[in-house]
């Protein structure tokens, strides 16, 4: 049955003419999406071939192709998750287009999130929890941080052009033609200054051309979207349902105003009907994130040298990824900055219990609860190290914490063939994949990660050097 759907679906045949793509591309004839700059379809793989992904331009415009072609011809790293021009080619009729990679399977986009938080009963597992909201955040820092490494920028970051998994946090950029060489986007060869929502208070004024400023300004704008479904200057106004550009050039260009400014009151969002749980969500958040958003709407709005770059947002991701809990009592999830947390929906207090993690280059601490896993991420990420995780694939779980009896163990999910040794004292033990063992204090389990041997352990440890159980 399956086969037989696949033979009915209607193909449109494209004459090329000599390039790189062939002589004729087959495509399914619906598009899968279509901009203002063109569509895109579906080129089905050849036997077990992947599908692509075809790019068709509105109009062919020769700077367009030049650019698409700087892109093809650029160095970027194999495994940067993005769906970059693979080929580009011309139709007989004078068309231009490329191909390039489709979304990996699984992943979905923002608009499909907004669509699952609708139908939270129907499409619960694919909401992404706050785990999941750290890797994403992260994901996204990492990509554009190495895009700027290169010296490009990334005019269109925006709601619109990225995908994620909901089960592992891992993020592709796509409708990546829009990248720029950053001295090029400083002389105005750019396509697209940005997408309303997304785009900095100057792009939106016209008063400058893209740069890291204005991608550094757009990320905080989806990491904000992200958490809040909610666009960072559209506060009281919002509720005006005005959309035009005047609308924009006032509110999210010369007088933008953060939706939960403490300083503008007139302005911040109605804390009434549908808006009083983005307050309550927005409550909930750990300072140290409403601190970066302030920073990137508030002293950044129209000072772009203060917005947060992007490898302040890896840091802070991955610390506030080792600080999630689960209310024991109602299950709410929640940041964590103490020993003691009051559940911010049933006002439980919860005493934390703390793991202890480290090695002889750095340290810290991760709550734990019944069935947390954790992952590489968790345990040893820095911002201080130059792509510690290369667009953040140390994403799947290395170890969970289970209960046995009333008593806490550690489970080795590691599938690498590296064992863990499991220290009581002077006794060790191997821990092979799919081995536990009792996690208690003076109980220390080396676990080998990407920078060396880590000890974990209950209770309360400084580590430094000489004194590792091992």
Same mark, same amino acid.
């Given at each position: 049955?399956?086969?037989?759907?696949?033979?009915?679906?209607?193909?449109?045949?494209?004459?090329?003419?000599?390039?790189?793509?062939?002589?004729?591309?087959?495509?399914?004839?619906?598009?899968?999406?279509?901009?203002?700059?063109?569509?895109?379809?579906?080129?089905?793989?050849?036997?077990?071939?992947?599908?692509?992904?075809?790019?068709?331009?509105?109009?062919?415009?020769?700077?367009?192709?030049?650019?698409?072609?700087?892109?093809?011809?650029?160095?970027?790293?194999?495994?940067?998750?993005?769906?970059?021009?693979?080929?580009?080619?011309?139709?007989?009729?004078?068309?231009?287009?490329?191909?390039?990679?489709?979304?990996?399977?699984?992943?979905?986009?923002?608009?499909?999130?907004?669509?699952?938080?609708?139908?939270?009963?129907?499409?619960?597992?694919?909401?992404?929890?706050?785990?999941?909201?750290?890797?994403?955040?992260?994901?996204?820092?990492?990509?554009?941080?190495?895009?700027?490494?290169?010296?490009?920028?990334?005019?269109?970051?925006?709601?619109?052009?990225?995908?994620?998994?909901?089960?592992?946090?891992?993020?592709?950029?796509?409708?990546?033609?829009?990248?720029?060489?950053?001295?090029?986007?400083?002389?105005?060869?750019?396509?697209?200054?940005?997408?309303?929502?997304?785009?900095?208070?100057?792009?939106?004024?016209?008063?400058?051309?893209?740069?890291?400023?204005?991608?550094?300004?757009?990320?905080?704008?989806?990491?904000?979207?992200?958490?809040?479904?909610?666009?960072?200057?559209?506060?009281?106004?919002?509720?005006?349902?005005?959309?035009?550009?005047?609308?924009?050039?006032?509110?999210?260009?010369?007088?933008?105003?953060?939706?939960?400014?403490?300083?503008?009151?007139?302005?911040?969002?109605?804390?009434?009907?549908?808006?009083?749980?983005?307050?309550? !969500?927005?409550?909930?958040?750990?300072?140290?994130?409403?601190?970066?958003? !302030?920073?990137?709407?508030?002293?950044?709005?129209?000072?772009?040298?203060?917005?947060?770059?992007?490898?302040?947002?890896?840091?802070?991701?991955?610390?506030?990824?080792? !600080?999630?809990?689960?209310?024991?009592?109602?299950?709410?999830?929640?940041?964590?900055?103490?020993?003691?947390?009051?559940?911010?929906?049933?006002?439980?207090?919860?005493?934390?219990?703390?793991?202890?993690?480290?090695?002889?280059?750095?340290?810290?601490?991760?709550?734990?609860?019944?069935?947390?896993?954790?992952?590489?991420?968790?345990?040893?990420?820095?911002?201080?190290?130059?792509?510690?995780?290369?667009?953040?694939?140390?994403?799947?779980?290395?170890?969970?914490?289970?209960?046995?009896?009333?008593?806490?163990?550690?489970?080795?999910?590691?599938? !690498?063939?590296?064992?863990?040794?499991?220290?009581?004292?002077?006794?060790?033990?191997?821990?092979?994949?799919?081995?536990?063992?009792?996690?208690?204090?003076?109980?220390?389990?080396?676990?080998?990660?990407?920078?060396?041997?880590?000890?974990?352990?209950?209770?309360?440890?400084?580590?430094?050097?000489?004194?590792?159980?091992?």
């Amino acid at each position: 049955m399956e086969g037989e759907k696949e033979k009915r679906v209607k193909t449109m045949v494209l004459d090329l003419e000599s390039g790189t793509a062939g002589k004729t591309l087959r495509l399914v004839e619906k598009p899968i999406g279509s901009g203002k700059q063109g569509s895109v379809y579906i080129k089905r793989g050849r036997g077990k071939g992947p599908d692509k992904a075809v790019k068709i331009f509105h109009q062919s415009k020769p700077e367009t192709a030049e650019a698409v072609q700087r892109i093809i011809e650029a160095k970027f790293p194999n495994n940067m998750p993005i769906c970059k021009p693979e080929k580009y080619f011309y139709t007989k009729d004078g068309r231009f287009g490329y191909i390039m990679n489709r979304i990996s399977d699984g992943f979905v986009e923002y608009k499909d999130l907004l669509k699952y938080l609708s139908k939270r009963d129907e499409y619960a597992d694919s909401i992404p929890n706050l785990a999941i909201l750290c890797r994403i955040g992260y994901g996204l820092a990492e990509i554009i941080y190495s895009i700027h490494e290169m010296g490009w920028i990334f005019p269109d970051l925006s709601e619109n052009n990225f995908a994620f998994h909901p089960k592992t946090g891992l993020v592709m950029l796509f409708d990546t033609d829009n990248l720029r060489k950053a001295e090029e986007a400083a002389k105005g060869k750019v396509a697209i200054r940005g997408t309303y929502g997304s785009m900095a208070p100057e792009l939106v004024l016209e008063q400058s051309y893209p740069d890291q400023y204005s991608d550094n300004f757009a990320l905080a704008s989806v990491i904000f979207q992200m958490f809040m479904h909610h666009y960072p200057y559209d506060g009281k106004a919002m509720i005006e349902e005005i959309n035009d550009t005047s609308y924009y050039n006032w509110y999210h260009g010369m007088d933008p105003v953060f939706a939960f400014s403490e300083k503008r009151r007139n302005r911040v969002l109605p804390n009434t009907g549908h808006y009083r749980e983005m307050w309550k !969500r927005w409550n909930m958040f750990p300072e140290s994130l409403k601190t970066m958003f !302030r920073q990137a709407f508030e002293a950044g709005a129209l000072c772009p040298e203060k917005r947060p770059e992007p490898k302040e947002w890896m840091l802070l991701f991955h610390e506030l990824a080792r !600080r999630i809990i689960y209310c024991p009592e109602c299950k709410q999830e929640m940041f964590t900055d103490d020993q003691y947390c009051e559940c911010p929906n049933c006002k439980k207090v919860n005493l934390i219990q703390e793991m202890v993690i480290g090695n002889r280059l750095q340290s810290g601490k991760i709550p734990i609860y019944k069935n947390r896993e954790i992952s590489p991420f968790e345990i040893e990420c820095s911002s201080a190290c130059k792509r510690e995780f290369p667009f953040h694939k140390a994403v799947l779980p290395i170890a969970k914490l289970i209960e046995d009896q009333g008593l806490p163990y550690m489970v080795n999910l590691d599938k !690498r063939d590296k064992a863990w040794i499991c220290h009581y004292g002077a006794i060790t033990q191997e821990m092979v994949y799919g081995d536990g063992n009792l996690f208690a204090e003076n109980v220390f389990i080396r676990i080998p990660v990407n920078r060396g041997n880590w000890s974990m352990t209950l209770r309360e440890y400084t580590f430094s050097d000489g004194d590792l159980p091992f």
